[in-house]
């Protein structure tokens, strides 16, 4: 009974009534199905340009999420435990481009893509903190709960190709896609006390959550100068991810793409693609380890 007191009237959050941190988060996520793609989008151009002898200039860039900035409140309950809100937004695009020029055919082809996602996670959970004995101005806490992420993924993509002197034809692609990852987080970290309302936070950090079910609505703009036809479609597409094999290698490459339907024989295939294996949902993996270093404000 002696120690439960002296933990109450000990803990930073007795005389706490809300406290208000902002932090700066390093995780960067850059690993997951869109990279996996865009590294294997720029192995095939590679091996195309070999087997083709042409040439080859660009690469579409991998995406990387960066760091960002994070707001937390935070309400003590009782005896140093406390119920945790945090907060923050990410937004970041990535693209590229390539340029191929056949080596033996008249024909030329330039591939515009660009990538770009918005995040809201939401953290929301419990913490307990407690001071040390030697300093009342320095704490130590720890704290878990459910990490909430809004996504929305998009891929604008440009298609040229020429052959001859006249005749272009043009692919232009744009798919929105959303999502929700529901996981977990855990948190260990201190912070001292500057003066007595504001006190410096660092901590790490443990995230597992993982995004699938991507759907979205898309539109694809297709001309054919031979046809003099412009072909326009509409609707919902889902995100999937798989193995494809081209009709003029044996390699397999990784696609991240949308489609209406799921993949399930030639007929849904993309054009000159021979067999898709390992279909299954895209995925964004969320799970970080991450420092933080932050203000606290406490009311």
């Known amino acids: 009974m002696l120690i439960a007191i002296m933990l109450v009237v000990s803990s930073p959050l007795a005389g706490e009534k809300i406290s208000f941190k902002i932090s700066y988060n390093t995780a960067s996520i850059n690993k997951g199905d869109l990279n996996t793609w865009i590294d294997s989008y720029n192995n095939f151009w590679n091996d195309w340009q070999a087997i083709s ?27 140093g435990i406390a119920f945790n809100l945090c907060g923050s937004h990410f937004k970041k695009a990535e693209e590229g481009t390539i340029s191929f020029v056949h080596g033996t055919l008249v024909q030329t082809e330039k591939d515009f893509i660009r990538n770009e996602i918005q995040g809201i996670p939401i953290k929301i ?27 929305k993924y998009k891929f ?41 309302q504001i006190a410096i936070v660092v901590e790490a950090e443990k995230v597992w959550s993982k995004a699938d079910g991507f759907k979205g609505p898309y539109i694809s703009d ?19 991810f798989y193995e494809y094999k081209p009709r003029w290698n044996s390699t397999y490459y990784y696609s ?28 964004f993996n969320l799970g970080t380890f991450s420092f933080k270093i932050g203000i606290r404000f406490k009311f």
């Open 53 to 79: 002898n042409g040439q080859l200039e660009g690469w579409i860039n991998p995406f990387n999420y960066g760091p960002k900035y994070e707001v937390e409140i935070r309400i003590p309950l009782f005896a």
């Open 125 to 151: 959970g419990v913490s307990y903190s407690l001071a040390l004995p030697f300093s009342d101005k320095f704490h130590l806490f720890a704290g878990v709960g459910r990490h909430i992420t809004f996504l």
């Open 156 to 196: 604008n993509g440009d298609t040229e190709l020429q052959i001859g002197q006249s005749m272009i034809y043009t692919l232009k692609r744009d798919y929105t896609y959303n999502s929700e990852a529901l996981g977990f987080y855990a948190t260990l970290g201190a912070e001292y006390d500057l003066i007595k």
């Open 222 to 240: 297709f001309y054919d100068p031979f046809e003099n036809s412009r072909v326009v479609e509409e609707g919902k597409a889902s995100l999937y």
């Open 256 to 283: 991240l793409t949308g489609n209406k339907v799921r993949p399930k024989d030639p007929e849904d295939y993309p054009v000159g693609i021979e067999e898709i294996k390992n279909i299954r949902q895209g995925e």
